[in-house]
């Protein structure tokens, strides 16, 4: 009879109090037996995931402090000298240390073909010398009873009930849910679906490290998302507050083959759902239009009832290993239990990676005698954590086999550190980090193997370090990827009645809980346009709701800021708008006249409460009229002359203000021919020029006053497009097509076919052209002229001919003779341009 057997008679016969605690998830069963390990003084519980033995050690660490606890997994180990309480991996348990109490997490684990094994062999084989506890399903009752019979076996019902919900869509689950896949591109693609449409999501995966799990999980735990997409390792009790399971798919691949899930596996992770006593539910998540598997009937009654069928077999392997020669070894594992409960399972990595080395002539020839046989055994032990597969894994334990049977027996240090350097790098995708994680923790656990570095102290250090450094930048990534924090952070926004931390930077930056979610544009909000468009919805929303109270500190701010802060926005567009530091925060609209504009307030402000926009509108309107008086200075004192000039100087100042300050000669001559001499001296000390072809008020026509004059005429025109104004400092402008020639009349031009002429250089040049013609003589004018108004040649020779010259050659020189009559503008284009002509002339002059 084998050595197992023997030792569990012993156990029946001789052995502490066992007592077995059975039931469905969420009975506390893990809590029960912290909580009687606590109250001896030692203990050891074993879990099957090194993610739930990290949760219960920081639990086990604020009750008994950190010198008093020990964590044991394959890849981290921490004993504090002074421990007396153990958290491990069931393969990691300590077999040689004696401790008060003892418990197995999950013992259905068991039947498990791959690690059953090991559950099995701990169940039956540790003992604490007062108490111990086996913790699992309902379904390990008859086996308990049949292997254990002494066992004490008390049932813990759920706190809370289960119930099956049936699929939803993505967009219609609720809030607390978890979504479980079965690969990790499942996982992926569902967080990616749930970044876009609920703001993000957390990622539990058994192979992400407890560094990176742990700080995901903490994402969901504290609400910053609100669901959570993981893989069915958190069926294996992990402990979050979750509301909703959502299996995305009802089948898994198992190493062998796709098979759907048992009842019992799909239980343990619906399980999840429900937290202590609050309820639970269950069902299946649809995506897109596919047809969605869901739950049998009975599946769905069994679950909710909590009624599985009864485990009949525990998965076993011989643990009295046989290290005399290496065909032993492997005939001693592949021993049989004669106990029809006991049955050998599917052989583990460790057992298929020592039968393809044993038949190795290398190995052969090393391994003899019982020490390196043994050594090949451990060095077997070696985890695939990248899940290469057996020959490849084969190959790496190989290579640790090699150094551990040569030389000094420890592997060489160059070889780790190349290795480990190797791994140190934070740079790539998620899959590539996870990769290096998964290839960190091979390093990890061959530095806490005894005797296989000659200074695994170090060596445990670093690759914890390295570790540490990668699961942050893992979960950095996973988080930039998977986690919309601004859309989470609005969502959570909008059932939070309290405040949130709003914040305006000086850029104008607005921030809810430091998630950016547009720009203040003086009271305009704009949505961050990287923002898809329904999350813009949102950002105005979270807008609506917190900006209220900075719009009113504006409008205080605005009500009483100088006029300095203020200015005319005009560069063709129109309406005119009022810029209050640069801000938009008023338009000008048509009023009773074009010097009387309306002001109102901008569209931005409509929102803002009405005394507060009440009190901006009276502040531009206040600022318009003091701005209008300073820059239109000149226009203003014209027009306050009316009451001290005749009928005739009235008429024509009417006609100036009409025209924003410049019109033709022509259009007033019987206003002009009857001006007195009393209003010709107050028009003159006023500003006003009675050109030879204009009428105008010269300082109109600088650039600042020349800006307003078209604005304001643009608005009471009601025109809706325009160019900008004329760049400040040129003479000659090219004439806009589809223009109103009035545009070029406001601006202070004359135009001149295709080009406009500044109309008080135009003044000049005829005032200078009739000094110096002698009657209707020709006369050559002064080079100096043509470069003064800035034209061509040929624009030149059109200007003179709107003056009422014409062309002619004078022994072959271009001249200009009187013609007696001004010729109207706009009939300039259209000249003769025969071969003979004077313009053809001047164009060959021009040439030469």
Not at 126 to 147: C, F, H, Q, W
Not at 598 to 617: I, K, P, Q
Request: proline share 5%; glycine share 8%; net charge positive.
């Amino acid at each position: 009879m084998s050595g197992l057997l023997r030792t569990s008679e012993n156990a029946r016969e001789v052995g502490p109090r066992v007592t077995a605690v059975l039931g469905p998830t969420n009975t506390g069963k893990t809590f029960l037996a912290v909580e009687r390990m606590c109250g001896h003084a030692s203990g050891m519980i074993g879990f099957p995931l090194r993610l739930l033995a990290r949760e219960v050690y920081d639990r086990v660490v604020a009750i008994k402090g950190a010198g008093q606890v020990a964590l044991i997994t394959g890849e981290e180990k921490i004993v504090p000298e002074g421990a007396r309480y153990f958290l491990c991996t069931a393969e990691s348990m300590p077999l040689d240390r004696e401790v008060a109490f003892v418990a197995i997490d999950e013992g259905q684990v068991g039947a498990d073909p791959v690690r059953g094994h090991v559950f099995t062999d701990r169940m039956l084989h540790m003992r604490g010398y007062a108490e111990t506890m086996i913790l699992g399903s309902e379904t390990l009752r008859p086996l308990i009873r049949k292997l254990l019979p002494r066992a004490e076996i008390i049932t813990r019902p759920r706190f809370s009930t289960l119930t099956y919900a049936g699929p939803k869509k993505l967009s219609r689950l609720p809030k607390r849910t978890a979504i479980v896949a079965f690969t990790a591109q499942e996982v992926y693609a569902l967080a990616e679906m749930l970044r876009r449409h609920k703001g993000g999501a957390a990622v539990v995966m058994g192979s992400l490290s407890p560094r990176t799990r742990n700080a995901q999980v903490a994402m969901y735990q504290s609400g910053e998302v609100d669901y959570l997409v993981a893989t069915d390792a958190i069926g294996m009790g992990l402990n979050m507050d979750i509301a909703h399971v959502a299996f995305a798919g009802l089948s898994k691949f198992d190493g062998k083959r796709h098979r759907r899930l048992t009842t019992p596996e799909m239980a343990q992770i619906a399980g999840r759902a429900g937290r202590f006593q609050k309820d639970g539910s269950f069902g299946v998540v649809q995506l897109g239009q596919d047809a969605v598997s869901t739950f049998e009937a009975e599946e769905i009654a069994a679950i909710e009832g909590h009624v599985f069928p009864p485990l009949t077999q525990l998965t076993w392997r011989n643990t009295h290993a046989d290290f005399n020669t290496l065909p032993r070894l492997i005939g001693s594992l592949d021993e049989r239990s004669p106990r029809a409960e006991l049955v050998r399972g599917d052989d583990a990595i460790d057992l298929a990676v020592l039968k393809r080395l044993a038949g190795e002539p290398w190995v052969m020839e090393r391994a003899h005698g019982r020490g390196r046989i043994a050594r090949l055994w451990s060095a077997c032990s070696l985890p695939d954590y990248r899940k290469t597969g057996a020959e490849q894994h084969t190959r790496l334990v190989g290579r640790v086999f090699r150094h551990l049977s040569e030389g000094d027996g420890t592997l060489p240090a160059a070889w780790i550190a190349s290795e480990v350097a190797a791994l140190d790098n934070v740079a790539g995708d998620i899959g590539t980090i996870a990769d290096r994680i998964a290839a960190a923790r091979t390093w990890t656990y061959v530095a806490h193997r005894p005797g296989w570095l000659a200074d695994g102290t170090l060596w445990a250090d670093r690759t914890r370090e390295l570790e540490d450094r990668l699961s942050d930048a893992l979960h950095v990534k996973l988080t930039q990827r998977f986690v919309d924090r601004r859309t989470a952070v609005l969502l959570r926004d909008l059932k939070i009645k309290g405040e949130q931390r709003v914040e305006v930077d000086p850029d104008g930056s607005v921030a809810v809980e430091g998630e950016i979610i547009g720009t203040l544009d003086g009271f305009r909000f704009t949505p961050d346009p990287a923002a898809r468009a329904g999350e813009k919805r949102m950002l105005l929303a979270a807008a609506e709701r917190h900006l209220p109270k900075e719009f009113e500190r504006r409008c205080t701010a605005l009500a009483a800021a100088p006029d300095g802060e203020f200015s005319l926005s005009f560069d063709g567009a129109l309406p005119p708008r009022i810029l209050w530091n640069g801000a938009r925060v008023g338009l000008l609209r048509t009023g009773r006249d074009a010097l009387n504009p309306r002001v109102e307030t901008d569209r931005a402000l409509e929102g803002v409460a009405f005394a507060d926009r009440r009190r901006v509108a009276d502040r531009l309107t206040a600022w318009f009229a003091a701005s209008r008086d300073k820059h239109l200075s000149s226009l203003m004192s014209v027009a306050a002359l009316v009451p001290e000039v005749s009928p005739a100087a009235r008429g024509l100042i009417v006609r100036l203000v009409e025209t924003m300050g410049c019109l033709t000669r022509a259009a007033v001559t019987a206003q002009v021919d009857a001006l007195t001499r009393a209003d010709r001296k107050a028009l003159l000390a006023a500003g006003v020029r009675i050109g030879v072809i204009h009428v105008f008020i010269a300082a109109a026509l600088r650039p600042e006053p020349t800006r307003w004059r078209l604005a304001l005429w643009a608005v009471a025109e009601g025109i809706a497009i325009l160019p900008a104004p004329p760049v400040p400092g040129l003479v000659t402008v090219d004439v806009a097509p589809g223009i109103p020639s009035a545009f070029y009349d406001v601006a202070g031009f004359w135009s001149i076919g295709t080009q406009a002429v500044r109309i008080d250089m135009v003044d000049r040049l005829a005032r200078a052209m009739h000094g110096q013609r002698d009657g209707r003589s020709p006369f050559v004018p002064d080079a100096n002229w043509i470069a003064s108004v800035g034209m061509s040649r040929e624009g030149f020779a059109r200007l003179m001919r709107a003056l009422g010259y014409r062309p002619k050659l004078v022994d072959g020189t271009a001249a200009f003779a009187w013609g007696g009559s001004r010729i109207e503008p706009r009939r300039v284009e259209v000249v003769d341009d025969a071969p003979d002509s004077p313009f053809a002339i001047l164009r060959q002059m021009k040439g030469r």
